[in-house]
């Protein structure tokens, strides 16, 4: 588009600056101006060809090359104006003045020297948008990398810990409940597993699966945990990133659990004006003052996957309740699900 628009308007330039003015026939100058354009159209397109080649090459030996060119093209173009010229006028072989010559060689060479100059200042322009569109894309592959990575850690200890319950429970012929927690274990792996790792998901669905991690957990501890996860209506439909809560959840459990013989954890979801806050608290110790974030994976992988899906637009932050339990608040903006809408 560049290269046609570049010589349609050389075309009417030298039309009405030259030609016009100038004391040549219509029936010469129209023509000669059509054959001095395609000549000039194609002696482009051919240079184009010759720097494509010379930019692999040496910085010097491509300059060199560069200008070699240049002047080549200028003498064919000069050569081609003057001849084609000449033989609408039936002098084909008119020879040229030492003026003449360095009247239009010194017009091509201008030309020419500035379709090159807009040529690369063109190919700079788009390798520079390639380099961006480039690193933009490595750096969402990154991101959607580092979001997959936090999305899978699970706690080997949960595993392990599950699966010693299970064995516990058939040791005991507790096989009905053994049945159940494997059924639930499997269903929590197999959700984790084939899930997409960067796809949001109702805060019904996380209550859903939230839920079943407690179930498991249940019937390890059986009377000694308890877990209460409440909503407002209006949260359910709201979209979150999935499997958000349940390493807050564990972590309350695992710090909660070591300092009491019974836990109670609540997971909250409220609306407030344009944001989704959700508060999962305990009764346990609570953080300590002076290292409230030096607790392990759990507190640091939630940050940062808040801090991949939502740039500044999302806060956690750690506390104390009043009972000296444990509190962590998160705050992320509202989204609805698309069939809600």
């Known amino acids: 588009m560049c290269q046609y628009c570049g010589w349609l308007a050389y075309a009417l330039l030298t039309e009405l600056m030259i030609k016009m003015p100038g004391q040549e026939p219509w029936v010469i100058h129209l023509p000669h101006l059509v054959l001095d354009t395609c000549c000039g159209f194609f002696i482009t397109l051919w240079l184009r060809k010759l720097y494509t080649g010379f930019r692999r090459k040496a910085a010097g030996v491509s300059i060199s090359m560069h200008i070699i060119s240049l002047l080549a093209a200028s003498l064919l173009w000069t050569q081609f104006k003057w001849h084609s010229l000449q033989w609408f006028y039936g002098t084909l072989w008119q020879p ?133 996860i409440t909503a407002e209506p209006s949260c359910y439909a709201l979209l979150m990133p999935s499997l958000l809560l349940q390493p807050l959840v564990e972590n309350a459990l695992k710090h909660g659990m070591g300092q009491k013989n019974s836990i109670i954890i609540a997971v909250n979801f409220t609306q407030v004006a344009d944001k989704l806050h959700i508060c999962v608290s305990d009764n346990g110790a609570g953080f300590e003052p002076s290292a409230p974030t030096s607790l392990g994976i759990g507190i640091k992988n939630c940050h940062e996957r808040l801090q991949l899906i939502y740039p500044a637009a999302s806060q956690l932050t750690l506390g104390n309740s009043e009972n000296g339990g444990a509190r962590v608040s998160i705050s992320i903006p509202l989204e609805l699900a698309e069939n809600k809408r």
């Open 96 to 228: 040229m003045t030492w003026f003449d010559f360095g009247t239009w060689t010194s017009a091509s060479m201008t030309m020419l020297a500035t379709w090159t100059a807009g040529y690369y200042g063109i190919k700079i322009y788009l390798d520079n948008a390639e380099q961006r569109h480039q690193a933009a894309e490595a750096l969402h592959l990154a991101k959607e990398s580092q979001l997959k990575m936090l999305r899978y850690q699970l706690n080997p200890h949960f595993m392990f810990n599950s699966i010693n319950a299970i064995c516990t429970l058939i040791l005991k012929q507790h096989n009905a409940n053994a049945v159940a927690m494997l059924e639930k274990l499997c269903d929590f792996l197999r959700y984790s597993l084939y899930t997409d790792p960067l796809a949001k998901i109702t805060v019904q669905d996380e209550i859903a699966i939230l839920q079943t991690y407690v179930d498991i957990e249940q019937c390890r501890f059986q009377s000694e945990l308890k877990v209460l």
